[in-house]
């Protein structure tokens, strides 16, 4: 079946540090990736997508390439700020669609000090 | 208020009690999902609902029952509540012309 693998967290960086969190999945077809973010006590946003293969997401400074040949889609950012601090979960849609079943990652937490 | 919202925001009960999870939308989103959140597992889907009246089980759906008599509310009911089912609970909605699921809160629910 499909799945969505993480890095472990928490990653905890200074402002101003560059942010990768790893993300690989394994799914049949052509599956859609997805980022997302929950910030303390809320629930998930959609923080970027994209649905084929050498696609770039990007959103808030975030940035992620679909990879077919690694099956990865890390996240990255360039340089973080004390408000970025939150869980991201990487997710898959088998479907290619965000609006049907997700698949989603463990999640990573990321601490980022002043 | 617009949007999607669940409630109770938190849930103490005892083991064997019933309870009832509320989710509600006011987008008209033909999609509603029910999600648990659990550390090291992130969120694992446990129904949803394509439409009024059709329902799919998802992962984890042993010891849940949803129903969805109207588009706009899908509640979700631990049956005999154990003590596995604590955890964060996420109720979200979707439509195909949006391409995203817009997630409520959470319930934290804490099962003794």
């Known amino acids: 079946g499909n799945s969505v693998t993480q890095m472990e967290g928490p990653v905890t960086l200074s402002e101003e540090a560059f942010l990768t969190i790893n993300c690989t999945y394994t799914a049949t077809g052509y599956p859609s990736l997805f980022w997302y973010v929950q910030y303390p006590g809320e629930g998930l946003q959609l923080l970027l997508k994209a649905t084929k293969a050498d696609d770039k997401g990007s959103n808030k400074g975030f940035e992620a390439t679909y990879r077919k040949e690694t099956t990865s889609f890390h996240l990255e950012k360039g340089s973080v700020q004390v408000s970025d601090s939150a869980v991201y979960f990487c997710?898959?849609?088998?479907?290619?669609?965000?609006?049907?079943?997700?698949?989603f990652g463990a999640g990573t937490q990321v601490v980022v000090t002043p | 208020d617009a949007g999607i919202t669940q409630s109770p925001r938190y849930k103490i009960t005892e083991t064997g009690r019933q309870v009832t999870l509320m989710c509600h939308q006011t987008?008209?989103?033909?999609?509603m999902f029910w999600y648990r959140q659990d550390l090291g597992h992130g969120l694992r889907l446990i129904y949803y609902?394509?439409?009024?009246?059709?329902?799919d089980k998802g992962e984890v759906p042993d010891g849940y029952v949803v129903s969805r008599s109207k588009t706009e509310n899908f509640p979700l009911t631990l049956e005999s509540a154990t003590r596995s089912q604590t955890s964060v609970y996420f109720c979200a909605s979707s439509t195909p012309v949006l391409n995203e699921q817009f997630f409520g809160p959470g319930t934290r629910l804490t099962v003794l």
């Open positions: 997710a898959l849609s088998e479907n290619g669609n965000s609006w049907g079943k997700l698949q």
């Open positions: 609902s394509a439409a009024a009246d059709i329902t």
């Open positions: 987008w008209s989103h033909s999609y």
